[in-house]
């Protein structure tokens, strides 16, 4: 299916600055029915959710609306949909409820691929109850992680494995349905960092066999929030600290305090944007739309990845280390005699924005060898162009 790149770009105003932006894995730009959804929801009435008044009509049919967007986006019911401030602070809330019920003896697994945000959360939950931690490698030749080298740290006492669907540093594509197949038969839940693999793939919480899942709209065109999801008996039976006076229901339980409606506006509208990538396809079913757009977003991206490693191949110096067999169109390089940060500022003069650093996954920078300054990194996106990706390779081309 075709994706219409130059109908996206002219939905996202910060594209008319002209620069050649590689910065989505970090946040994507804002298309305008994003921008204009939050406006909305801001300039009509809003008040404490409820069915009286106009303002909490208002607010009650956005939350519900977002929840819905959310359920379609993520192959999962609205009702176990939670929102939080990021996809870090849902992840600690989670470890934290979920560390109740561990004790001396036994272990979490986490791994070495992931964003720090889908390690610390459950290392530090564990050390508050005394329960042990083992690491999953990856092998830093092919950026893989493969699922035995999970299924090698697991054991009875095993109580939750911890893994990215796709790394925000290298772009690897975990197979998450045989680590779930794994961690399952030990008796262990399933905790799936989908931050990154949400921009890029089309998600289904039940294909994946995940028991719990985070993801962040920002990443896939919308505002600035995190989302939780699981399975809706898992949900049901934790008990999250709360005020007392606050709901009790799930997902209601979940969220601390009121929510922001302007922001949760702006994932529906985020979302439906997703959803019409590739018009005529799915009539009125969402779901339906939203896998069309992307496989449409895929086959885009990894035409453009192709361009991209080519190209590299043709600069002295580069060190190209996303190599894995399946991965997001997400590249992390260095240049030899440079540093990651100077290559940075080298092409943020040439019109492209291509940061460095380690991005969060320290561990995998580490084990890379490429310590705290990690490298260049290179994302692509729905708006990404061939043209972008050839001043990319131009810049680079007279680093010098």
């Not at 985070?214 to 929030?225: A, I, Q, R, T, W």
Request: charged letters at 20%; glycine letters at 10%.
């Amino acid at each position: 299916m075709h994706l219409d790149v130059d109908a996206i770009r002219a939905l996202i105003p910060a594209l008319k600055s002209g620069t050649a932006r590689f910065d989505a894995p970090g946040g994507t730009q804002t298309p305008q029915p994003v921008i204009d959804a939050m406006a909305e929801a801001l300039a009509h009435p809003l008040a404490n959710r409820g069915r009286v008044t106009e303002g909490e009509r208002n607010a009650e049919d956005i939350v519900l609306a977002a929840r819905r967007a959310m359920g379609d986006l993520l192959g999962t019911d609205p009702g176990t949909v939670v929102f939080g401030r990021s996809a870090t602070q849902l992840t600690y809330d989670l470890a934290r409820t979920l560390a109740r019920t561990w004790g001396p003896g036994d272990e979490v697994v986490v791994t070495r691929l992931d964003h720090d945000a889908n390690i610390r959360p459950w290392i530090q939950a564990a050390e508050a109850v005394g329960a042990s931690v083992r690491r999953a490698d990856f092998d830093p030749g092919t950026g893989e992680l493969a699922p035995e080298r999970i299924g090698e740290v697991l054991s009875p006492r095993t109580r939750l494995v911890a893994v990215t669907a796709a790394s925000n540093l290298l772009g690897t594509r975990p197979d998450i349905p045989a680590v779930a197949e794994l961690a399952h038969r030990a008796g262990a839940l399933l905790h799936v960092d989908a931050v990154h693999y949400a921009s890029h793939a089309t998600v289904d919480l039940a294909a994946l066999g995940a028991d719990t899942l985070v993801c962040s709209p920002y990443k896939f065109l919308g505002p600035h929030l995190g989302v939780l999801t699981g399975r809706a008996d898992l949900l049901e039976s934790l008990r999250p600290d709360k005020l007392l006076p606050s709901a009790d229901t799930v997902p209601e339980r979940f969220e601390l305090g009121t929510l922001p409606y302007e922001l949760l506006a702006g994932v529906r509208a985020a979302v439906d944007v997703l959803a019409a990538l590739v018009p005529g396809t799915g009539g009125d079913d969402r779901r339906a739309r939203l896998v069309a757009s992307f496989a449409a977003v895929e086959a885009h991206e990894e035409a453009l990845r192709e361009r991209l490693e080519a190209g590299l191949s043709q600069v002295g110096g580069v060190t190209v280390y996303s190599r894995a067999a399946r991965r997001t169109p997400t590249l992390l390089f260095t240049v030899a005699g440079r540093r990651p940060a100077d290559v940075s500022r080298h092409l943020a003069g040439h019109g492209v924005d291509a940061p460095a650093g380690s991005f969060y996954a320290l561990e995998a920078s580490r084990h890379l060898g490429l310590g705290a300054e990690g490298g260049v990194r290179v994302g692509l996106a729905p708006y990404s162009s061939a043209e972008d990706v050839d001043r990319l390779l131009e810049a680079l081309a007279v680093l010098g």
